[in-house]
Structures are given as C-alpha cells and as structure tokens.
C-alpha cells in the first residue's frame, strides 16, 4: 500500500529519521518512494500504520494515498476513484495544507458532493467514519483517506512539570520518544539511560514495552526516576545510584539512549564535559550488545567523534537549536 505520512516541520531531518528509524526497528519492509516538504510517501504493508501510531513523535498524519492531481483537475481526480471501496459509514474531506494556499472550504464542498453522488454516504463534519484527506503539496493534491491521526496528548501530558517528581533540565517527552526511535530497539528489547534525570527517556521507551534501566549519581533522581516510571504505569524497569563511567550490567542492553549533563559553568564546561563524554564512552562499550547504538544528545561545542575510537562509529547527526549560545546535536552512534 502506498502511505503517506504527514510529518511534523519542526526540524529539516529529524522527522523523516525517526520514520526510518521505526520501520526498520519493527522489520517492516518497505520504500521511501518521496520525501517532501512536511510528507513522506512510503510503499509499506497496510499494518504499518498502526505500529507507526503508537511510535512516531515527529509526525501528525498516515494516511492511505488513493491518487494524485493537479491544482486544477482534483474533481476529475476524485471521478476516477471508486468510492465504494473506500467509504464506510459517515465521511468528511477535509484538506490540510503542507505547501501552499487555496480557498479550502468551497473545495471540500464540491469533493464532498461527487462522493455523495457516487455512494450515497452520509455526510459528518464533526467525526466522520471515514476522513478523506486532500493534502496540498505545492503544485499537487495528494488524495488521500485517513488512516490514523498521530494526536499529542501524550506529550502534552508527559510534559516534565506534570510529572510527581519534576527537576530543570528535563528533555521534553518528544525529543526523548524521537531518541529512543533513532536507537532502533522494538517491544521487548532492553535499553540504558545511565544519566537518567527525572527519567524522561526511560518513561518513553517503557510505554513502548521496552524493559528500561536507568541510572545516575544522585540518588534524589533515581528515588524520582522510580517514581515517575510508575507513575506511567511502568513496571519493566531497574533504577540504580551509579556514576555512568562505573557502571556495570549483568547483562548488556541493545541501546544506551541518554542525555548527559552539560557542565556546570560556562567557563569549564567544555573541558569538564568531554572528560565525562570520554570516559562515559570508554565504560559504555562492554554495556552493549554486538552491533547496539547509542543514541546521545551533547552540547554543539563538545566534539563527540574527537573523543570516540574505531570501536564506534557515529552514523547520524542533527542538530537543533535551544536558544541563541546553545544547539543541542543528537548522534546516532554505533558500536562495531
Ligand atoms: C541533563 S540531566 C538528564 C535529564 C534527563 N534526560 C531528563 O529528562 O530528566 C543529567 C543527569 O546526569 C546526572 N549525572 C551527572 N554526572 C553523572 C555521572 N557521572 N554519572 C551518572 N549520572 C550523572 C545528573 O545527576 C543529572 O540527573
């Protein structure tokens, strides 16, 4: 089936990453046949969207793509397409705009009245069985119906303040799902946060059914880690009191996913910072399996690769901006 995914804008490349990312984690076999402004379109089976539903942070929409047209010829697009096959029950259009302008409203009026024609279907605007989405992308319409809608309740829920145990400094719920994506582990798999905070990473990659273990010097964060984790309902979980450079497993993890502090002031925080990153890498490489990652955010002025040997190999890169004097680089890091 052919699926487009309408993905968030908030980064040039991340969004597009994490759905890689995702599939190949769930051994979904599939084809990026386009990647655009705001969409993906992918080849993937039809199952796909629901794995997709539950994982991706960067993204609003999937949606099954029917056909695609002109800015000028959608209602003959929409003429060809048998909609018998497609409507059930009540059915709205609804257009979304990824790139572009158009009046939408007398649009959708007229789409809406050749599927009414067509299958008799009762019209709802306000939650109709079936959407039909018209997504706009540039030049083009790609028709579409819905499959699933990516809503952000949970990160407006799991936001660092709304949790029973709340320090500064946390990493926001999305970032934090989009990292443990980028490691590539699935249900099942068993992952590391060995500078875990308030447990933000850890509450994500436990929603996803991933058995988590966290740790960290303070023993007020890991009293808070425990506590934020079930607070989630999470019960899969080992926090420990450790400093990330001695830490040791009885058995090794399938990604470390982390977000290391960033030094303490301005002046020394480079230096004292690549001291923790040399030393943190050096002690994690035993942690991991065979072919595990690594997914880690550091500050832009640290040098990452600098302080790694040949046993790791940064594969992705992306940086994003915090504010004027720091941009945050997350690296995908594997273990060879
Ligand atoms: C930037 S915070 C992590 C934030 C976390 N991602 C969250 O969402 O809450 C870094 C954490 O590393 C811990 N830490 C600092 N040095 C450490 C070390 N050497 N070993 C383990 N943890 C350390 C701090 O106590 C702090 O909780």
Not at 214 to 233: C, F, P, S
Not at 279 to 286: G, Q
Request: glycine letters at 6%; proline letters at 5%.
């Amino acid at each position: 089936m052919e699926i487009l995914v309408i993905l968030s804008q908030e980064h040039p490349s991340l969004p597009l990453a994490e759905l890689r990312a995702v599939l190949e984690a769930e051994k979904i076999s599939f084809r990026i046949k386009e990647a655009g402004k705001g969409h993906a379109i992918i080849d993937a089976p039809p199952q796909a969207h629901r794995i997709l539903k539950e994982r991706l942070a960067y993204a609003h929409e999937v949606c099954q793509l029917l056909t695609s047209s002109g800015l000028d010829d959608s209602e003959d697009a929409f003429r060809s397409i048998h909609w018998k096959d497609i409507i059930e029950g009540s059915f709205a259009v609804r257009i979304r705009k990824l790139d572009g302008e158009i009046d939408s409203q007398e649009l959708e009026r007229r789409l809406g009245a050749i599927i009414k024609e067509d299958t008799g279907a009762a019209v709802d605007l306000e939650d109709p069985w079936t959407l039909i989405r018209p997504v706009l992308a540039g030049e083009r319409f790609l028709i579409t119906r819905r499959l699933a809608e990516i809503t952000k309740d949970h990160f407006n829920q799991a936001k660092p303040h709304l949790r029973p145990f709340f320090y500064p400094g946390s990493m926001s719920p999305k970032l934090a799902r989009c990292m443990v994506n980028l490691s590539g582990v699935r249900a099942g798999d068993r992952v590391l946060d060995p500078f875990c905070g308030t447990g933000g990473i850890l509450i994500e990659a436990g929603l996803m059914g991933i058995h988590v273990i966290g740790a960290d010097i303070d023993w007020k964060m890991v009293e808070g880690t425990e506590q934020n984790l079930r607070h989630y309902g999470i019960t899969d979980f080992k926090v420990i009191r450790s400093d990330a450079r001695n830490l040791k497993l009885q058995e090794p993890v399938n990604a470390i996913v982390t977000d290391p502090p960033y030094g303490i002031s301005a002046s020394t925080a480079g230096e004292e910072s690549e001291k923790l990153y040399r030393e943190f890498l050096d002690s994690a490489h035993p942690l991991l399996k065979d072919e595990g990652t690594i997914c880690m955010a550091a500050p832009h002025y640290i040098d990452l690769e600098a302080l790694m040997d040949e046993r790791f190999h940064v594969r992705e890169k992306y940086s994003i901006r915090m504010h004027r004097s720091l941009t945050r680089v997350i690296r995908v890091i594997e273990k060879i």
